[in-house]
């Protein structure tokens, strides 16, 4: 290539605070995605291969198809406690990791792994602390010949990450938070959960305001 677009390493991220990112622990990802209009959060492509949450700051990886020269770069760069959120443009065909890589990204301390596209040894993975999520799961391993880009907006399963976003995930999927939006965010997020709590522990649930929109629709009330 003549110029270096396809091919770059940003090292230079800007992570958020600690504090600003605990803000968010234990939340459900749901919680958090009602907040953001639910528009922030991952589809249902995505997968929790082991079911544990995770939190912490997007490092992004952008990969061509079937190819994951630049995410071994990226294991090697990133910082513990970062989530590697990986954009594999969604292929199904090729694994991006498997168990070698994943064990050696849990021993760096890396807080995460966010596949966007396919793995490979579910049964290890599945059994691993760090947080895993994927869109499938094949055999069939990938090429190392590049290109590929570290620390540009990527997207998975219809969830566009940009370099530093808050990530929050648990079974359900993952949610994307802007830094700058992320106390307004995180506020809302705990009052709607805690409000929640209290509504299944006394076994009760406000139907009040969908009486009230039925009402206001109009509805045909047939009784025979």
């Given at each position: 290539?003549?110029?270096?677009v396809?091919?770059?390493?940003y090292?230079?991220?800007?992570?958020p605070?600690?504090?600003?990112?605990?803000?968010?622990?234990?939340?459900p990802?749901?919680?958090?995605?009602?907040?953001?209009g639910?528009?922030?959060?991952s589809?249902?492509?995505?997968?929790?291969?082991?079911?544990?949450?995770?939190?912490?700051?997007a490092?992004?990886?952008?990969?061509?198809?079937?190819?994951?020269?630049?995410?071994?770069?990226?294991?090697?760069?990133?910082?513990?406690?970062?989530?590697?959120v990986?954009d594999?443009?969604?292929d199904?065909e090729?694994?991006?990791?498997g168990?070698?890589?994943?064990?050696?990204?849990?021993?760096r301390?890396?807080?995460?792994?966010v596949?966007?596209?396919?793995?490979?040894d579910?049964?290890?993975?599945?059994?691993?602390?760090?947080?895993i999520?994927?869109?499938?799961?094949?055999?069939?391993?990938?090429?190392?010949?590049?290109?590929?880009?570290?620390?540009?907006?990527?997207?998975?399963a219809?969830l566009?990450v940009?370099?530093?976003?808050i990530?929050?995930?648990?079974?359900?999927?993952?949610?994307?938070?802007?830094?700058?939006?992320a106390?307004?965010?995180?506020?809302a997020?705990?009052?709607?959960?805690?409000?929640?709590?209290?509504a299944?522990?006394?076994?009760?649930?406000?139907?009040?305001?969908?009486?009230?929109?039925?009402?206001?629709?109009?509805?045909?009330i047939?009784?025979?």
């Open positions: 290539m003549s110029n270096h396809g091919f770059r390493a090292t230079n991220l800007k992570r605070s600690a504090k600003l990112m605990e803000a968010f622990r234990d939340i990802s749901s919680n958090i995605a009602d907040q953001m639910r528009l922030y959060n589809g249902s492509a995505l997968k929790a291969l082991n079911r544990r949450p995770l939190l912490g700051p490092f992004t990886v952008k990969l061509p198809q079937g190819d994951n020269l630049m995410l071994h770069y990226a294991m090697e760069i990133a910082k513990p406690g970062d989530i590697l990986v594999g443009e969604g199904l090729h694994s991006l990791m168990e070698m890589m994943a064990t050696y990204c849990q021993k301390g890396i807080g995460g792994l596949i966007g596209g396919c793995v490979r579910i049964d290890a993975l599945e059994k691993m602390e760090i947080p999520y994927a869109m499938g799961v094949t055999p069939q391993g990938p090429y190392k010949n590049g290109p590929g880009e570290i620390n540009v907006p990527v997207s998975i219809g566009v940009m370099p530093g976003d990530i929050a995930g648990d079974a359900d999927g993952i949610v994307a938070i802007r830094p700058a939006d106390e307004e965010i995180a506020r997020a705990r009052k709607k959960f805690e409000a929640e709590s209290a299944l522990e006394k076994g009760s649930f406000n139907k009040k305001w969908v009486l009230e929109t039925i009402e206001k629709s109009e509805v045909q047939i009784t025979q």
